[in-house]
């Protein structure tokens, strides 16, 4: 121990801290404050109160209070909260002269402290010293006379003493310095507490000239019109117009001008008015005056001065559209809409010319789609407001001029025109239209709607004739074969309808051929030429090998009424099984192998039962490589393929899938023998790197006594497929 004290000194050893993660619960410095103010840990006891009880104590505190504020001021003389403490506590002990006496101290520190005149002067007017306050508040006005409170201050304090002329005198004062609109106001409402109308009137004249908004002149009118003075009033709202002229005119004035000359029930100087605002307000800015004439109009107008009110306001709306945008035809829709309602066509006519002018600058046809339309709207005008056919044919053979038909072609208007000289009952014409449109730009839309035309004048040679170009252009349209087959069948010649469809299905290209082979088909249905249909499926099998096909033929054997309907189904399903079986879609297989059992659940027998649901195929749960687009390796992909077992080439696959179902099964039975086996329910096989198959539990069967029944072979299949 003795030597620890000589040498050095020990260092206490620091615990170490094993877990250095923050706390769950940070505790801030603010918190630490809160609860030590909470527990009043650092609470001082107030001060003892103290009691004086002779005047030598009391010239004592105030020696003492002085000696502190003095020392306050000394140490910064601009605090002039320090001041005003010192002058209200003199104030307090009744010492009057002395808070002045420091008042004006303070004023010689800071004559521009504004809070400082205002205590000084509520000091002076607190002690009723009446004229020590008019002193003070004339010195402060005098060298701050851009500060309004103290001018408020004092005309407040001059009329509750009763002193009207002073405080008539002070505002007179202010008004020289050119104040705020609300200093003026206040100035009128003053006179006005004392009826002093004139006066006030005075003050308004110099006010809209010192303050010249519209507002102060609508004020100043207004206040002329409360008190009964109506020509004064309406010489006002002129003399404001004119102030203004027609360089600075605001939709305002003349809004509350004609509601002036409304409730005065002069009417028709609230129209001049309204008229004259509109002229020469522009439009934009003057909503609000459209509106109020509008109302005017509704209350007091007639039917007609109301939709010219409307119908003005709209119209140069869409002016200015068209005007910023001469191609943007919606606006011209909405113009012209608007000026149909006009009873004279002359205007219509020229907006609707002044429209069609505005041709699109590209000859593509997405840009002439809407202003094709102002064609139609402008015949349609003609012949059904306008009644004349004559300016509607004009029209018509206008547009079609104009129409770059080499490009593009409009057969809506073809057709139109082609309608109206119909209605016109100028049949010769129509047909004439037509035939143009179809020898200079055949469309299916033209065909279609001539073809229809001829049907309902009962011209059927013509619409023969027609089907024949039709099919010159178009010989790969499916429907206008059928349709034409369908004509003659309706005509009731058969042959030609059965040469027509021939044809049809002779053509190297179809849009859509099953859709005519079906329409063919049903055709001989019909006639009931079963012979003829069944070489017609045999002659589309020879085409296609499409499974839907072969059902339908299927279908149609058993729909016929025979003895061996039932036999001849059955052997078609066996042909198409055959001419199946090297199908790479093994769905459709599948499907071909569905409807058949679903036949023989319902027509068959056991045995033929049997027979087809054991051509079904097994299910199988397949894993393939993935490689990406770069030729790197993108992972494996599981897919479900169909194992039929008519394909000999799957023989040897089905034989080693069972084994191996039968191995895992005994595996599992010597594990756990004592667990009995459910026979109902399937179990599933592990996929393992080298099978990578899933094998369905019947595989195992298909070597037993016993089949597998459908539900257990298709459960999933049926789920898959749906």
């Not at 209070?65 to 002058?87: C, H, L, Q």
């Not at 306008?386 to 018509?396: L, S």
Request: charged content about 35%; some cysteine; overall charge negative.
């Amino acid at each position: 121990m003795a030597s620890t004290a000589a040498g050095k000194q020990r260092i206490p050893k620091v615990a170490k801290v094993k877990n250095k993660a923050p706390a769950e619960v940070q505790i801030t410095a603010e918190q630490l404050l809160r609860e030590a103010k909470e527990r009043e840990l650092e609470l001082l006891p107030p001060p003892p109160k103290q009691k004086i009880t002779d005047e030598e104590e009391l010239n004592d505190y105030k020696l003492k209070k002085r000696k502190g504020f003095e020392d306050n001021i000394r140490k910064n003389r601009t605090v002039i909260s320090n001041w005003i403490k010192y002058a209200q506590w003199e104030e307090s002990l009744k010492e009057v002269q002395r808070a002045r006496s420091i008042y004006e101290r303070a004023l010689d520190v800071d004559h521009r402290n504004i809070a400082l005149w205002l205590k000084y002067a509520e000091m002076e007017m607190k002690n009723r010293q009446v004229n020590h306050a008019r002193n003070i508040w004339d010195r402060a006005i005098t060298i701050l006379p851009r500060v309004n409170q103290f001018w408020y201050k004092y005309t407040y304090m001059e009329e509750m003493l009763g002193n009207i002329a002073g405080c008539r005198l002070v505002f007179e004062r202010w008004m020289e310095w050119q104040p705020e609109e609300q200093a003026w106001h206040s100035y009128i409402n003053f006179e006005l507490r004392y009826k002093e109308v004139e006066k006030a009137r005075a003050t308004y004249e110099r006010f809209v000239i010192v303050h010249p908004d519209v507002k102060n002149w609508i004020k100043y009118a207004r206040f002329e019109e409360k008190h009964g003075y109506i020509a004064h009033s309406r010489r006002v709202f002129e003399r404001a117009v004119e102030f203004y002229g027609e360089d600075i005119m605001d939709e305002q004035l003349f809004v509350a001008f004609a509601k002036f000359e409304e409730k005065q029930k002069e009417f028709e100087r609230v129209r001049v008015i309204y008229k004259y605002a509109l002229d020469r307000i522009p439009k934009q800015q003057a909503q609000e005056l459209f509106k109020t004439y509008t109302v005017f109009e509704k209350r007091f107008g007639d039917r007609r001065g109301i939709e010219d009110v409307i119908v003005s306001k709209r119209r140069f709306q869409y002016e200015e559209e068209v005007k910023a945008n001469p191609h943007n035809y919606d606006a011209w829709f909405d113009y012209l809409r608007l000026v149909e309602s006009d009873a004279d066509p002359d205007p219509v006519r020229d907006v609707y010319e002044r429209a069609i002018a505005n041709v699109p600058p590209i000859q593509e046809k997405r840009h002439w789609r809407r202003y094709i339309y102002l064609w139609i709207n402008y015949a349609l005008y003609e012949e059904l407001e306008a009644r004349d056919p004559e300016r509607t044919r004009q029209v018509y053979q206008a547009c079609l001029e104009l129409i770059p038909h080499k490009k593009f072609t409009f057969a809506k208007m073809w057709l139109l025109y082609g309608q109206f000289e119909i209605r016109q009952k100028n049949l010769p014409f129509a047909r004439k239209s037509l035939g143009t449109s179809i020898g200079k730009c055949p469309k299916n839309k033209l065909f279609k709607g001539y073809i229809e035309l001829e049907l309902q004048l009962r011209e059927f040679d013509r619409c023969r004739k027609l089907y024949e170009k039709y099919l010159e252009f178009g010989p790969e349209n499916c429907t206008t074969w059928i349709k034409f087959a369908e004509l003659e069948t309706i005509l009731g010649d058969m042959d030609r309808a059965r040469a027509i469809y021939e044809l049809a299905i002779g053509q190297p290209r179809l849009d859509m051929p099953e859709v005519l082979w079906k329409s063919y088909i049903d055709f001989e249905i019909e006639q009931e030429e079963y012979e003829k249909t069944r070489e017609l499926y045999r002659r589309l099998l020879q085409r296609t090998q499409h499974v839907k096909v072969w059902i339908s033929y299927a279908q149609f054997e058993l729909s016929l009424e025979s003895e061996d309907r039932l036999a001849k189904c059955q052997q078609i399903y066996e042909e198409a099984n055959k001419a199946m079986r090297n199908c790479e879609e093994k769905e459709e297989r599948l499907m071909l192998l569905e409807s058949w059992r679903d036949l023989e659940a319902e027509f068959g027998t056991d045995v033929t039962q049997e027979r087809v649901r054991k051509l079904l195929p097994e299910k199988v749960k397949k894993r393939r490589k993935l490689q990406a687009e770069d030729g790197s390796d993108a992972g494996w992909e599981e897919y479900y393929d169909y194992i039929f077992p008519e394909d000999s080439a799957n023989q040897p696959n089905l034989k080693l899938l069972a084994m191996a179902k039968m191995w895992k099964k005994q595996k599992q039975q010597e594990e756990e023998p004592e667990e009995p086996e459910d026979p109902g329910e399937p179990e599933e096989s592990e996929d393992s790197e080298s099978e990578k198959v899933e094998v369905p539990e019947h595989q195992e069967e298909q070597k037993g006594a016993e089949a597998p029944t459908e539900q257990d072979t298709y459960g999933d299949e049926k789920k898959n497929e749906s």
